[in-house]
């Protein structure tokens, strides 16, 4: 399962209350210093903020959508996020109905406009991965997941939660080649399988290692990529997680 859409940051703290005040969902402090998690109602996945020292390079091929009600609404949440520091982003979006935003470290965000498809997704209406090809990748994710497949067409596809809640998780054509590591990744959890099974098991759909970082005590992660170069986390079932040490 997508435990988590985390964030590569400067200042987790900060941007983790930017975040909070956007969607609604609380803040809650992680164990490791200075990481942050915007807790989103179960089994949507949260925001996780982490620290790194390296800059945003380039726009991100993640980003988040927000669903608004109405117009008014639309307006409304446009105007409270940047007075919480948001900036209007020139993303080459033209004429659009929805508003591109960069948040205070410069991560773009859209603010739709309403929609039916998104009734009942809560604040965040979808996450979104601009890719080269969006079905093959989609099928990987649907399989990598549990997300279940919602619609696509020759230039997108997307997947939702099988409980049918929270956000959709689309994937749309760019014609961008991935240049950098991926700012916004997911961090998957393994429900009913261990860390190192699921790893086995994500290599046998197509999925390759860039980096082991599992320790001798059974703590620890893996790096690895999607089919199409975008980079996640596979963490520790819940279950050794909470497994004495």
Same mark, same amino acid.
């Given at each position: 399962?997508?435990?988590?859409?985390?964030?590569?940051?400067?200042?987790?703290?900060?941007?983790?209350?930017?975040?909070?005040?956007?969607?609604?969902?609380?803040? %809650?402090?992680?164990?490791?210093?200075?990481?942050?998690?915007?807790?989103?109602?179960?089994?949507?996945?949260?925001?996780?903020?982490?620290?790194?020292?390296?800059?945003?390079?380039?726009?991100?091929?993640? %980003?988040?959508?927000?669903?608004?009600?109405?117009?008014?609404?639309?307006?409304?949440?446009?105007?409270?996020?940047?007075?919480?520091?948001?900036?209007?982003?020139?993303?080459?979006?033209?004429?659009?109905?929805?508003? *591109?935003?960069?948040?205070?470290?410069?991560?773009?965000?859209?603010?739709?406009?309403?929609?039916?498809?998104?009734?009942?997704?809560?604040?965040?209406?979808?996450?979104?991965?601009?890719?080269?090809?969006?079905?093959?990748?989609?099928?990987?994710?649907?399989?990598?997941?549990?997300?279940?497949?919602?619609?696509?067409?020759?230039?997108?596809?997307?997947?939702?939660?099988?409980?049918?809640?929270?956000?959709?998780?689309?994937?749309?054509?760019?014609?961008?080649?991935?240049?950098?590591?991926?700012?916004? %990744?997911?961090?998957?959890?393994?429900?009913?399988?261990?860390?190192?099974?699921?790893?086995?098991?994500?290599?046998?759909?197509?999925?390759? *290692?860039?980096?082991?970082?599992?320790?001798?005590?059974?703590?620890?992660?893996?790096?690895?990529?999607?089919?199409?170069?975008?980079?996640?986390?596979?963490?520790?079932?819940?279950?050794?997680?909470?497994?004495?040490?």
């Amino acid at each position: 399962m997508i435990r988590h859409v985390t964030f590569d940051c400067a200042r987790p703290a900060e941007l983790a209350r930017f975040w909070s005040a956007a969607t609604g969902w609380p803040l %809650h402090p992680e164990p490791d210093p200075g990481e942050v998690i915007v807790q989103a109602p179960s089994p949507i996945p949260g925001l996780l903020f982490l620290p790194v020292p390296e800059p945003k390079t380039g726009q991100n091929r993640v %980003h988040l959508d927000l669903r608004t009600a109405s117009a008014e609404d639309q307006a409304a949440t446009v105007a409270r996020l940047r007075r919480l520091g948001a900036a209007p982003a020139d993303v080459g979006q033209g004429d659009v109905p929805w508003v *591109v935003l960069s948040d205070p470290e410069g991560n773009e965000l859209c603010v739709l406009e309403p929609r039916d498809l998104y009734h009942d997704t809560g604040p965040v209406a979808a996450i979104v991965v601009h890719c080269a090809d969006p079905v093959p990748l989609a099928r990987f994710w649907s399989a990598a997941s549990g997300w279940l497949p919602l619609s696509s067409g020759e230039r997108w596809a997307s997947l939702r939660l099988p409980q049918s809640t929270g956000p959709h998780l689309e994937f749309l054509h760019t014609a961008a080649p991935k240049q950098v590591k991926n700012r916004i %990744h997911f961090d998957l959890s393994p429900a009913d399988r261990t860390r190192d099974a699921e790893v086995e098991r994500l290599l046998g759909l197509g999925a390759m *290692v860039l980096a082991d970082r599992r320790h001798g005590d059974g703590t620890g992660w893996v790096v690895m990529a999607d089919p199409q170069g975008n980079e996640f986390c596979v963490e520790r079932s819940p279950a050794e997680r909470a497994a004495p040490r």
